[in-house]
């Protein structure tokens, strides 16, 4: 990988009930992200994708750029912007930010119609 | 994982008042056995495909004691840290107004099924900025040998109340 390079895009359309298996795999249960009803009572469009979920494809693109080891995932960071929805289809991307020996830094964001749910993330992967 | 979040320009200039007394607190450490379904389950969830994490074969072809957690598992052995500070009311968040802003994590030593995992809780920021109350806990998690293997940031906002 060389600085500027693309990492390949992750496209991912997480289905109606992913929100209800990521609360079961990672046990939150917030209803804003299980209940549909909940969540626009409270002014939501919907019931919302868990932040950490849209992280976790944030790594896997990161790690998959690295060569699909995840021991070369050494670090990332993220803000969370905006909101992701199920059944919409998730673009992840990144750009090589910088290449110093075998640590690599990706400049990485997750897409939803064009709109950030994840910006300014930095993952740091060996390479 | 931001509801609600303020439109630009729609920040109200009423701040929120934040207090900083529990800065530098810490919790308990909060122990968690790794276990291979487990595992199996959040690689599912997070559509993992590597069968490094559904077989201890392939695992151990790889180089790992047993199957290893994909690295995002951290929010699953290092999540139930981060409990006692968020509803600790030293610490005072209004949850009502909550939303997480921003998450770091630095990964050392792989965890794999049938670790133990202790992770402990530090208040490392409390502060107020542009109106809004910034929360910040640094968990550090070791296993059983007392290798470090995860370092989370977990930056927490609450919102203006909007007065």
């Known amino acids: ?127 | 994982m931001f509801p609600g979040a303020p439109a630009p320009g729609s920040i109200h200039c009423r701040a929120v008042p934040v207090d900083t007394t529990a800065k530098g607190k810490t919790y308990p450490p909060y122990e968690y056995e790794v276990g291979r379904e487990k595992i199996r389950e959040y690689a599912q969830a997070v559509e993992e495909d590597s069968p490094i994490y559904f077989d201890r074969q392939a695992a151990k072809a790889a180089g790992f004691r047993d199957v290893p957690a994909p690295p995002m598992f951290a929010v699953v052995y290092s999540g139930g840290a981060i409990g006692p500070p968020m509803f600790d009311p030293e610490v005072g968040i209004d949850f009502a107004l909550l939303v997480h802003g921003g998450q770091e994590f630095v990964w050392g030593e792989p965890v794999c099924s049938g670790d133990t995992i202790s992770t402990t809780v530090e208040v490392k920021d409390i502060h107020e900025k542009m109106g809004m109350g910034f929360y910040v806990f640094e968990s550090v998690s070791a296993n059983q040998e007392g290798q470090e293997v995860v370092r989370g940031t977990w930056t927490n906002i609450v919102r203006s109340g909007g007065g």
Request: net charge negative; charged share 25%.
């Open chain 1, 1 to 127: 990988m060389n600085e500027g390079d693309s990492i390949p895009e992750l496209k991912v359309t997480p289905d109606r009930f992913l929100p209800h298996r990521y609360a079961g795999a990672s046990g939150d249960f917030n209803p804003i992200h299980i209940d549909k009803e909940f969540a626009t009572q409270v002014g939501l469009p919907s019931n919302i994708l868990h932040g950490l979920y849209s992280m976790a494809l944030v790594a896997r693109a990161n790690v998959a750029a690295a060569g699909g080891d995840p021991r070369s995932l050494k670090r990332l960071s993220v803000q969370f912007r905006g909101m992701g929805l199920p059944e919409q289809e998730i673009v992840v991307s990144g750009t090589v930010k910088s290449v110093e020996g075998d640590r690599v830094v990706i400049d990485t964001r997750a897409e939803q119609s064009g709109k950030a749910i994840i910006k300014n993330a930095e993952a740091e992967v060996t390479a």
